[in-house]
């Protein structure tokens, strides 16, 4: 018995230590993917006392959200033990080569003798269930922050003060600590309030969520930084305590693909990034061809649209607009719940493309704003425009991913026997494409070698096949041609049922149909006529030339009649088409629609001689137009004017071809006019002002106004002379702003005599972005330069006009500075009172980001961070193409130089912009040595490289600063770049720096 008692009480010693309690122990810190190979791949876990436990019993297992199951396991005794702060331990375990999956999505979980410790199923871009192990059955919690092939370095980790996981939140991709405690991060009892998502609600208003309750706010300690700095005049707390809304946003907040930055001041300048104001869903089409920039992936955006397509399940399609770039996919298993098709939503995602599919995740609802609409489009497309032969990601198949769109006069080839894709038939004039149907929103039967009317559905990128597909939203989204006889003629579609311009063609759809309006079909060709009712006044014709007859094809139902043109405006218009057979089909007629007043042109003023050199103001005038549209206009009988007494009536034909220049002049003959080509001459006595003066077009009535710009001669517009103002801004922005105009530097290919006026009439100059290339925008600070009190740089009297960057070797003892470049490029527009200094950009494509350069252009640093071109305008044009993504580095002559963390992907004409100042994360592979915070949330390039090494160190003393020490003006020795080379040069800047390097790679 005694025995037996003694056994009994050993079992209940085991069984208690089996149900030892779970240990505090959390995931504090990884990384999973670079922007090359992903190397240095790494967990790091916290444990509270870790002596208390058997390291081995606690389990890191890997987790592949495609399917659920484990992928790898690692216990903590195999990991690496870190520091340790009071009772908690850091432990470390480093992967081998792509050892941690890239997500979209994956996990971890870390458990305590088999069972999963609470809260530690964590996932990645996205969320899953778990099959098998110690999260079997459990969904994981997405951390809501990822990594998209990030700089080496990086890492996911929590920041805050605590004592167990809740206590802190996961922050964007930051320099990593491994093994330490992480940027931001305490233990103790003590938790700090931690802004954890922002997004915005309104152009002028934005919601804060914070790790804890707020018990008070105040408007004046947050402001934005990004497109501009905002600030807010209301703060109030909801009813969820966590949350604070900020309104009233002074100026408005940009939707654009501008990263902004949300900072509290009251608590330790918390702050978080993300996309503010409410961005239009283009922004995440990666289209080559579309005009929007790229938003990057893992940052909280917001958008308002229309719902269009729900699955039920995990899918929900969106579309701000009709036509292509307009529509998105957003992935979500709760979403799907919250919205129905037809209801406008205002709602929050992230970015995250899966397998060459356009999604936007982590959806959160805002607000329903109205339901019972009309989803955006269906925009027709061909079905060759999503060919199964199209590569993921381009064109013409990608604009519509996402977006709703309909197919007309199709076959039905086959059925997928792998899934329920249908491979169906499209033919036109010059070949048979193929296209699919799938099922990512409906299985909706179709009928293997039947012929069908039309197809309506949203696009996506099956990576399965691989190919775009069209799927449908149910039954009613495709119309099979109608099998009863046809009987009539129907005109379904004027001008996609938006009223026409006069005098400008338009498109109507004729379509053939049974006796209950179904769509059919006859045998043999069919002709028809149209006529019309004139309108209201019956004075509404067809115009000379234009399509007033169409053929219906056999085997097809209808047809789109091209380049019908009315006049003039009239009400209540309609069209008949007729059957050519006077014993054919009934005749059918459109529904009544208005005729409009035409369109204005898009003609804008792009360049101006008003100042010439070699010839007289009177001989050598001129200025240049562009037509931004895709039709030439004749500017025959338009209106020259300025606010004086000037006007002129251009007599005769002027084509201004489409996406083309033409130049107006006061002289014809480039043999006396400074050796132009001039389309059109106007008489002398319509004079160009020198100092200021303005050019008005109107249309012929004389009241429309077409174009407008007024120039001051400084100091907001240009001042040339023996050279031309240059629009240097894009096509469609406004182009009455001086700041958008610089003064031509080069003599281009369209003068005829290369010693005579600098400027480009009739081309896109080397300057401008009108037909070809794109505009950069850049802000960046040097930290020798900087006042702290006014919040920007001090300017250099001394500035040479030509460019310092490639000066007589060796430089300060270095045969070779690292930005050693033979320009000669001089600048007209040096402004002491604004300018700080020259400074060297240089754009590499992506795939030469580690070795070799793209492009060099010399610009000027204005005293508030802005880059500008050494022509005076505050953009550079860039004509080079970047195809895979373009990284901006910056050279100054005595600070580091440093690379964009991120390549960009400009778009043609479109503006792209890079704000260097915001932030330690907009520097590749920075570190707080080399790259300086100046002042809180503002940074700038480090002081002391003297001899332009890409390091600070002794030799920038000895033969740098040594050199110009005691002396005065444009020297390299002056690090604060207050024209005198001494001490203060040395002790401020060259002293704390010393030991910092650069981080560009070669």
Not at 333 to 348: M, Y
Not at 536 to 542: A, C, K, R, T
Not at 548 to 560: D, F, R, Y
Not at 762 to 772: F, P, S
Request: hydrophobic letters at 35%; aromatic letters at 10%.
């Amino acid at each position: 018995m005694k025995k037996t008692v003694l056994l009994l009480m050993g079992l209940l010693i085991i069984a208690i230590v089996k149900l030892q309690a779970q240990p505090n122990a959390w995931i504090n810190e990884f990384h999973y993917d670079d922007a090359s190979t992903d190397i240095d791949e790494f967990v790091e876990i916290v444990i509270e006392n870790p002596g208390s436990y058997t390291l081995s019993d606690i389990q890191l297992d890997l987790y592949n959200g495609s399917n659920g199951t484990v992928y790898g396991t690692k216990t903590l005794d195999a990991f690496l033990e870190g520091s340790s702060s009071g009772n908690f331990t850091i432990y470390t375990y480093s992967f081998p080569v792509n050892g941690i999956q890239n997500g979209a999505p994956d996990g971890m979980a870390l458990s305590y003798q088999g069972v999963l410790i609470t809260g530690q199923f964590l996932s990645y871009e996205g969320s899953f269930t778990g099959v098998g192990g110690p999260a079997d059955g459990v969904t994981s919690t997405d951390i809501g922050v990822l990594e998209n092939g990030e700089p080496e370095g990086n890492s996911l980790q929590l920041s805050g003060s605590g004592t167990q996981y809740s206590n802190f939140s996961w922050q964007s991709p930051a320099t990593q600590t491994l093994g330490n405690l992480n940027n931001s991060q305490s233990f103790g009892g003590i938790v700090y309030a931690q802004i954890v998502k922002a997004w915005s609600i309104s152009s002028t208003a934005v919601d804060v969520q914070y790790n804890l309750a707020v018990t008070s706010v105040d408007p004046s300690d947050y402001y934005m930084t990004g497109t501009d700095y905002i600030e807010f005049s209301t703060a109030t707390i909801d009813a969820d305590p966590t949350i604070v809304h900020l309104s009233g946003a002074d100026p408005i907040i940009a939707g654009d693909a501008v990263l902004d930055n949300l900072f509290d001041v009251a608590n330790d300048n918390t702050n978080i990034e993300f996309y503010g104001g409410i961005l239009p869903i283009a922004h995440t089409n990666e289209s080559s061809s579309n005009p929007y920039d790229l938003i990057l992936t893992g940052y909280t955006a917001t958008f308002q649209g229309i719902v269009s397509a729900n699955d039920g399940f995990n899918n929900v399609w969106v579309s701000d607009g009709a036509g292509g770039y307009n529509g998105i996919l957003v992935y979500d298993s709760d979403f799907d719940a919250l919205v129905s098709v037809g209801e406008e939503i205002l709602f929050n995602a992230v970015r995250s493309p899966y397998n060459n599919l356009s999604e936007i995740i982590n959806a959160s609802l805002i607000s329903i704003i109205s339901g019972g609409n009309s989803p955006y489009g269906p925009t027709n497309i061909d079905g060759s425009d999503i060919s199964s032969t199209i590569a993921a990601n381009t064109d013409p198949a990608e604009p519509y991913e996402g977006q709703l769109v309909s197919i007309s006069n199709f076959v039905v080839d086959s059925l997928s026997v792998v899934s329920p894709n249908y491979a169906c038939s499209w033919s036109d004039a010059k070949a048979t494409y193929t296209f699919y149907v799938g099922n990512n929103v409906a299985s909706v039967p179709l009928t293997v070698g039947a012929t069908y009317l039309s197809i309506t559905g949203v696009i996506d990128w099956y990576w399965s096949g691989p190919y775009y597909r069209i799927n449908p939203r149910s039954l009613d989204d495709v119309v099979p041609l109608s099998v009863n006889p046809a009987t009539k003629l129907a005109v379904i579609s004027v001008n996609s049922g938006v009223d026409p311009y006069e005098n400008n063609d338009f498109d109507v759809v004729v379509q053939i149909q049974d006796a209950f309006g179904d769509p059919a079909f006859v045998t043999g060709d069919l002709s028809f006529s149209f006529t019309t009712n004139g309108g209201d006044l019956g004075v509404v014709d067809f115009t000379t030339g234009s399509t007033v007859s169409g053929t219906i094809l056999n085997g097809t139902s209808e047809v789109t009649v091209t380049e019908v043109s009315m006049a003039p405006a009239g009400t209540n218009v309609t069209i008949t088409a007729t059957d050519d057979d006077p014993f054919g089909l009934l005749s059918g007629t459109s529904l009544p629609f208005n005729v409009l007043d035409f369109t204005l042109p898009q003609i804008i003023i792009t360049e101006v001689m008003q100042n010439p050199d070699s010839v007289s103001d009177s001989s050598g005038e001129w200025f240049e137009v562009y037509n931004n549209s895709s039709s030439a206009v004749n500017m025959a009988g338009w209106i020259m004017k300025d606010l004086g007494s000037n006007s002129h009536t251009i007599a005769g034909p002027l084509t201004v071809p489409a996406f083309g220049f033409a130049v107006l002049g006061n002289n014809a003959d480039p043999g006396t006019n400074g050796g132009y080509a001039c389309d059109y001459a106007f008489p002398s006595s319509f004079a160009l002002g020198n100092s200021d003066d303005e050019i008005i077009l109107y249309l012929p009535d004389g009241v429309t106004e077409i174009d407008r710009i007024e120039w001051d001669g400084g100091p907001v517009w240009p001042d040339p002379h023996g050279a031309s103002m240059v629009y240097t801004g894009l096509a469609d922005e406004e182009n009455n702003d001086g700041t958008l105009w610089s003064t031509a530097v080069l003599v281009e290919s369209t003068y005829t005599n290369p010693d005579w006026e600098k400027g480009s009439p009739g081309t896109n100059g080397a300057d401008q972005v009108l037909t070809e290339g794109f505009s950069l925008d850049i802000k960046v600070l040097l930290e020798g330069a900087y006042d702290i009190a006014s919040h920007s740089m001090t300017s250099d009297l001394f500035l040479p006009y030509e460019q310092p960057y490639g000066p007589a070797l060796p430089y300060y003892g270095n045969s070779l500075p690292l930005w050693q470049y033979e320009g000669t490029e001089t600048s007209p527009s040096i402004a002491g009172a604004v300018t700080t200094d020259w400074i060297l950009v240089e754009l590499r494509d992506e795939s030469y980001s580690d070795a070799g350069t793209g492009i060099q252009i010399p610009a000027l640093l204005e005293v508030n961070g802005q880059v500008c071109s050494y022509n005076g305008s505050r953009r550079l044009s860039i004509k080079s193409d970047f195809f895979t993504g373009m990284y901006i580095v910056i050279w100054h002559r005595n600070h580091l130089g440093i690379m964009s963390a991120t390549g960009l992907n400009p778009v043609e004409g479109t503006l792209v912009s890079y704000d260097f100042t915001t932030g330690l994360d907009k520097v590749y592979d920075a570190t707080t040595d080399d790259y300086k915070e100046l002042e809180t949330g503002v940074w700038g390039m480090a002081a002391g490289d003297v001899n332009a090494d890409g390091a600070i160190d002794d030799l920038d003393v000895v033969d740098g600063w040594a050199t110009d020490a005691g002396n005065a003006g444009y020297l390299g020795g002056d690090l604060n770049m207050d024209d005198q080379s001494n001490n203060q040069d040395k002790n401020d800047y060259w002293f704390p720096n010393n030991g910092a390097s650069y981080h560009i790679p070669f």
